[in-house]
């Protein structure tokens, strides 16, 4: 199959959408389009025929309880539709995603309903469409359309969907702001995450090499500009015409360029990699010899004054993809790392300390660094597990596509285990063991913890000096991993100032945590009380049960018009008057009371907080449509004194 990618690696698109009707979108007209079928949207009045488009699969996935009506695509979007009245409303939300090429077509369906599960269960319907256009090759391009609704279902509703948006569904396509939980787009980062997630499960079911990323290239710290986007509208045209334009004459430009640098990448990954089973003679007892040539070669390019000192049968590997970097490992399991006219060696200390001193006094090197072995962790309970010194090549593969789903790049796979270059570190990954090369900095030791709470249930035994074991207690912390001291098995005590700040952090931490269930708590509370001004009775319920004396407040302080204006207040403007309301709110309560023990032998009244402010309410439904204000900026709840 005809692809610009490297072999290891698959395409992957993760595009979030809205529809909005003030951009004149259609949910109904959508759903027809992807899903090649003929639908009438019922509010406008106007039939969308799509049938003559091709769609290999569409189907819609609802929550268990689900009305019929739910399965049947034109009711469903134009209930969706009718349970949106805004003129600007958003109406549905889509994710289009590719399918990699390498999943099989009857495992499209189970791809789809797994990408969409969490959604489903969030009470989203999901209606997804497949599609498998040409792409500019003509080559399959298969992909899902994911069409979502944004309220739950509520049976009680005209439209059959709840009157308030679906804030378990928002939670997961929205961050940061008003919405909380983290920067804005932390929330759709995550998806993007999830769903790579389960492209790689379907990839490894199927037994491909590849596997995809949702990291940017620049993420990955590869030096790549991203293709300029290709719709399926500029491909037909250009196919129509015979020829493209220049956009796609750019696209096929980058491809072919990439294509190109991939097949020189693979010769060079094959003369370079060392299989041991090579290293053996063949049934002649003739030993092969053109890998040895190879790195004798590499060598003069690379050191073309030390080159003849150095035996190339004595060396395991070259790696020199990286331009600025040369690696080298010994057979004796050492290694050397030249870049920026500095020499680093780590492992166990043999040949390529030797090499090292030869090219530093060549002139390739101004400093020698010895990154030595200064701590280790390893999988709880592990004590009596011997740790083997040679690792098999699919046990390290997996191992370093663990740390690529981590965001880690700078990997090499190795006999004696899996490295990752972490800055100054070095870590060894050798399964159930992970020893740390050069010093233990912040973000080595993140990386470890990350480890164990991913692979190793969450508990370590941790080897090295005490403040080595303490930051990495510290971190473990953070992490919610427990720690043991390899030398006893028993939990690891760290030192007094280290747990004092540890006790600070987590006060601290507490404290954050506080203060911001006090922001949420506020703008709920200003969020109900202007659905409870503009009519909605649940709202007022969940009001009076949280906060009597705002009840009070709109119950009896306010009048129709005022509820009114109240209803249209920004956010930012009514939370500052909530303890002056909720004042308010308690003295007419006091009020109340005092009355009704002045007048205890007269009958009391029947009218509630509840009652009062539904009548209210009712007002000012009754009138709300046909009146206006005199004054432009009409009646304002008085602030309070």
Same mark, same amino acid.
């Given at each position: 199959m005809k692809t610009s990618l490297p072999d290891d690696t698959a395409l992957y698109h993760a595009q979030a959408k809205v529809f909005q009707r003030s951009a004149g979108r259609s949910a109904?007209?959508?759903?027809?389009?992807?899903?090649?079928?003929?639908?009438?949207? &019922?509010?406008?009045?106007?039939?969308?025929?799509?049938?003559?488009?091709?769609?290999?699969?569409?189907?819609?996935?609802?929550?268990?309880?689900?009305?019929?009506?739910?399965?049947?695509?034109?009711?469903?979007?134009?209930?969706?539709?009718?349970?949106?009245?805004?003129?600007?409303?958003?109406?549905?939300?889509?994710?289009?995603?590719?399918?990699?090429?390498?999943?099989?077509?009857?495992?499209?369906?189970?791809?789809?309903?797994?990408?969409?599960?969490?959604?489903?269960?969030?009470?989203?319907?999901? &209606?997804?469409?497949?599609?498998?256009?040409?792409?500019?090759?003509?080559?399959?391009?298969?992909?899902?359309?994911?069409?979502?609704?944004?309220?739950?279902?509520?049976?009680?509703?005209?439209?059959?969907?709840?009157?308030?948006?679906?804030?378990?569904?928002?939670?997961?396509?929205?961050?940061?702001?008003?919405?909380?939980?983290?920067?804005?787009?932390?929330? @759709?980062?995550?998806?993007?995450?999830?769903?790579?997630?389960?492209?790689?499960?379907?990839?490894?079911?199927?037994?491909?090499?590849?596997? $995809?990323?949702?990291?940017?290239?620049?993420?990955?710290?590869?030096?790549?500009?991203? +293709?300029?986007?290709?719709? +399926?509208?500029?491909?037909?045209?250009?196919?129509?015409?015979?020829?493209?334009?220049?956009?796609?004459?750019? $696209?096929?430009?980058?491809?072919?360029?990439?294509?190109?640098?991939? +097949?020189?990448?693979?010769?060079?990954?094959?003369?370079?990699?060392?299989?041991?089973?090579?290293?053996?003679?063949?049934?002649?007892?003739?030993?092969?010899?053109?890998?040895?040539?190879?790195?004798?070669?590499?060598?003069?390019?690379?050191?073309?004054?030390?080159?003849?000192?150095? &035996?190339?049968?004595?060396?395991?590997?070259?790696?020199?993809?990286?331009?600025?970097?040369?690696?080298?490992?010994?057979?004796?399991?050492?290694?050397?790392?030249? +870049?920026?006219?500095?020499?680093?060696?780590?492992?166990?200390?043999?040949?390529?300390?030797?090499?090292?001193?030869? @090219?530093?006094?060549?002139?390739?090197?101004?400093?020698?660094?010895?990154?030595?072995?200064?701590?280790?962790?390893?999988?709880?309970?592990?004590r009596q597990q011997h740790i083997p010194n040679t690792m098999p090549d699919a046990q390290a593969e997996t191992i370093a596509d663990r740390w690529r789903s981590r965001g880690y790049t700078d990997i090499q796979e190795s006999p004696d285990g899996v490295y990752v270059r972490i800055g100054q570190s070095r870590i060894q990954d050798l399964g159930d063991e992970v020893r740390l090369h050069g010093k233990p900095t912040e973000a080595a030791l993140r990386a470890m913890v990350a480890k164990a709470s991913d692979e190793w249930g969450s508990e370590i035994e941790i080897t090295g000096s005490k403040s080595f074991k303490d930051s990495l207690w510290l971190e473990a912390q953070r992490q919610g991993v427990k720690v043991f001291d390899s030398t006893n098995g028993e939990p690891y005590a760290p030192s007094p100032e280290i747990l004092a700040r540890w006790q600070s952090d987590l006060a601290q931490m507490q404290g954050n945590q506080t203060q911001i269930e006090g922001i949420r708590q506020v703008k709920k509370l200003t969020s109900l009380m202007k659905n409870a001004a503009s009519g909605d009775k649940d709202s007022l319920a969940e009001l009076q049960k949280r906060d009597a004396h705002l009840t009070a407040f709109l119950a009896q302080h306010l009048d129709a018009d005022q509820l009114k204006l109240l209803a249209q207040e920004k956010d930012s403007d009514l939370e500052p008057q909530l303890d002056g309301m909720r004042e308010l709110g308690r003295e007419i309560l006091e009020d109340d009371q005092q009355q009704q023990q002045a007048q205890a032998t007269k009958p009391t009244s029947t009218s509630t907080p509840n009652s009062a402010v539904e009548d209210a309410l009712l007002e000012q439904e009754d009138t709300a449509e046909f009146t206006e204000c005199e004054d432009p900026d009409g009646p304002k709840p008085r602030s309070p004194q």
């Open positions: 109904v007209a959508a759903a027809a389009y992807r899903s090649a079928s003929k639908l009438v949207d &019922d509010r406008i009045g106007q039939e969308f025929d799509y049938t003559k488009k091709h769609a290999v699969a569409a189907f819609i996935v609802a929550p268990v309880g689900s009305p019929t009506w739910a399965q049947d695509r034109e009711q469903l979007w134009n209930r969706v539709e009718l349970a949106e009245y805004k003129k600007n409303s958003v109406v549905a939300r889509e994710w289009e995603i590719s399918i990699p090429r390498d999943i099989p077509a009857d495992r499209w369906e189970d791809f789809a309903r797994d990408v969409a599960q969490p959604w489903v269960e969030a009470g989203a319907i999901v &209606d997804i469409a497949i599609h498998c256009p040409p792409d500019v090759n003509g080559e399959p391009q298969p992909h899902l359309h994911i069409m979502l609704s944004l309220r739950k279902l509520d049976a009680s509703t005209d439209s059959g969907f709840s009157k308030k948006k679906n804030d378990d569904l928002t939670r997961l396509f929205e961050s940061g702001g008003r919405h909380g939980g983290g920067s804005k787009a932390d929330a @759709l980062k995550v998806e993007r995450e999830r769903i790579a997630t389960v492209m790689n499960s379907y990839l490894e079911k199927t037994d491909s090499p590849r596997r $995809v990323s949702h990291l940017s290239n620049s993420a990955r710290g590869l030096d790549q500009e991203p +293709e300029p986007s290709i719709g +399926e509208g500029r491909k037909k045209a250009s196919r129509n015409r015979g020829k493209g334009d220049r956009r796609t004459a750019v $696209v096929s430009t980058m491809r072919i360029a990439k294509a190109c640098e991939n +097949e020189l990448m693979k010769t060079e990954k094959e003369l370079m990699a060392i299989n041991l089973k090579h290293q053996f003679s063949d049934k002649n007892g003739i030993k092969p010899r053109h890998q040895q040539d190879y790195k004798s070669t590499l060598l003069n390019r690379r050191f073309p004054d030390a080159a003849g000192q150095i &035996d190339p049968q004595k060396l395991y590997m070259i790696d020199v993809k990286d331009p600025r970097i040369t690696r080298v490992q010994c057979r004796d399991g050492g290694w050397l790392e030249v +870049e920026n006219r500095q020499i680093r060696t780590y492992g166990p200390q043999g040949y390529a300390d030797e090499i090292a001193k030869k @090219l530093e006094s060549a002139g390739y090197a101004d400093h020698i660094e010895r990154l030595e072995e200064s701590a280790r962790i390893g999988k709880n309970g592990r």
